[in-house]
């Protein structure tokens, strides 16, 4: 306790700041080197990557799953979907697609990181599937935010207006 105090002292004080910070870059380069740290380093990395292993699988299902169960549904004479003509549902499917390409990638990444254990290389693909899986993330959000535009909010505000609209009208006839 009292060696890390001076050593803190030696970094603030200018005469000794200089060699005091070579010192301390030094004991730091030769932790990161050891075998110990570059394994606990390595089994942390791992362990990050099995957590979002299991996000990315879960928005690859969910995107998946709801590309299949289109909002509106089917029409029953040919097949297609009842909201294809509306300009939300096709920020849906396009929102859809992208999260689910982006989540199957990272996907793809986490298991490409079982086959290299060095650091690096876990640390690379690591940083490119988090990336993958956070645009996965959004464009889930997005899609489902459009097909709560397309079912929900659309008729709940046509609805809200009309009842505003015909309570004006009726406050009008009561005051004539």
């Not at 740290?37 to 699988?57: D, F, M, N, P, R």
């Not at 969910?62 to 029409?75: D, E, I, M, Q, R």
Request: proline share 1%; with cysteine.
């Amino acid at each position: 306790m009292d060696d890390e105090i001076q050593q803190d002292f030696e970094i603030v004080m200018p005469d000794t700041r200089d060699a005091a910070l070579e010192k301390r870059i030094k004991e730091i380069k030769k932790k990161r080197e050891s075998k110990e740290y570059k394994e606990k380093y390595t089994s942390e990395l791992q362990k990050q990557g099995e957590t979002h292993l299991i996000v990315s699988a879960l928005i690859t299902t969910v995107t998946f799953a709801a590309g299949f169960t289109l909002p509106g549904g089917y029409k029953d004479d040919d097949g297609k979907a009842i909201l294809s003509k509306k300009a939300a549902f096709r920020a849906f499917v396009v929102t859809d697609t992208i999260a689910m390409v982006s989540s199957l990638c990272a996907v793809f990444l986490h298991f490409f990181m079982t086959m290299r254990k060095g650091e690096k290389f876990l640390e690379k693909h690591l940083v490119w599937a988090f990336i993958f899986t956070m645009v996965g993330m959004g464009g889930m959000a997005i899609a489902f935010a459009t097909v709560e535009y397309c079912q929900f909010w659309r008729g709940t505000i046509s609805d809200m207006i009309d009842q505003i609209i015909r309570w004006f009208r009726n406050e009008e006839k009561d005051e004539e």
